[in-house]
């Protein structure tokens, strides 16, 4: 992050890539100072929020804690940002735990200077200049970031598509294949292409569900991915 002239914050949109290492930060959070480091080997759920105590965020954070338990089992961790302070974070959660009975088990930045949001390119000067839009980054167990979701300040994200698409990322990790359209764990996978003619008749007597020489799907073993 930057100062011009005026001293204005100057706010960094670039964006981090998919399949390098994730930005890496220390910062203060509902429950201590962290740093993306200490995740190391855990897959990671980074998301921002535009602001505490505002209807949409709240319900956001309702049910993130409620697929708090079903990231666990994926050996994934949650982990908010905001540009609001400590004190407001922890005041939001306490008031989310007394009003709707919810307790947060995640840990929430207080990003107060921008500088992680500044990192991921979290902040959109078309919508707003010092609000959070709905980022959110998947970084997987060794740091690398993995996929990232943006939506406006105005909408509200589908948790169960965040639990899919992690599933989906840690079958492909499992077991080198691609997934289809809506795919949903259990279902069939597809099988990247040959890349020689070897490859082509080596795969004929493998069992696939070919369609062509070029589009074929398998099954995977077990449920869904857990680690």
Request: net charge negative; glycine share 6%.
């Amino acid at each position: 992050m930057e100062h011009n002239t005026t001293g204005d914050y100057h706010i960094q949109t670039a964006l981090p890539r998919l399949n390098a290492l994730a930005p890496a930060f220390e910062a203060e959070t509902t429950h201590g100072r962290l740093a993306l480091e200490d995740y190391r080997g855990t897959w990671v759920v980074l998301f921002s929020h535009p602001a505490d105590f505002t209807p949409v965020c709240t319900t956001e954070f309702i049910e993130f804690a409620r697929m708090a338990p079903a990231l666990k089992e994926r050996n994934t961790e949650l982990l908010g940002l905001s540009i609001d302070s400590i004190y407001s974070h922890l005041a939001w959660v306490q008031a989310i735990r007394d009003k709707f009975g919810v307790e947060i088990p995640f840990p929430v930045i207080a990003d107060g200077n921008r500088e992680v949001a500044s990192l991921y390119g979290m902040i959109n000067p078309e919508e707003s200049s010092t609000e959070t839009s709905r980022c959110l980054f998947v970084i997987d167990d060794k740091g690398v970031l993995r996929a990232m979701i943006y939506y406006p300040l105005t909408t509200g994200r589908n948790t169960d598509e965040i639990l899919r698409l992690i599933d989906a990322l840690q079958t492909t990790d499992r077991h080198r294949v691609a997934t289809p359209a809506n795919w949903r764990p259990g279902e069939s996978v597809i099988v990247p292409p040959p890349r020689t003619v070897e490859d082509a008749e080596a795969r004929k007597g493998l069992g696939y569900e070919c369609t062509d020489w070029w589009f074929c799907k398998t099954t995977v073993p077990g449920p869904g991915p857990k680690g």
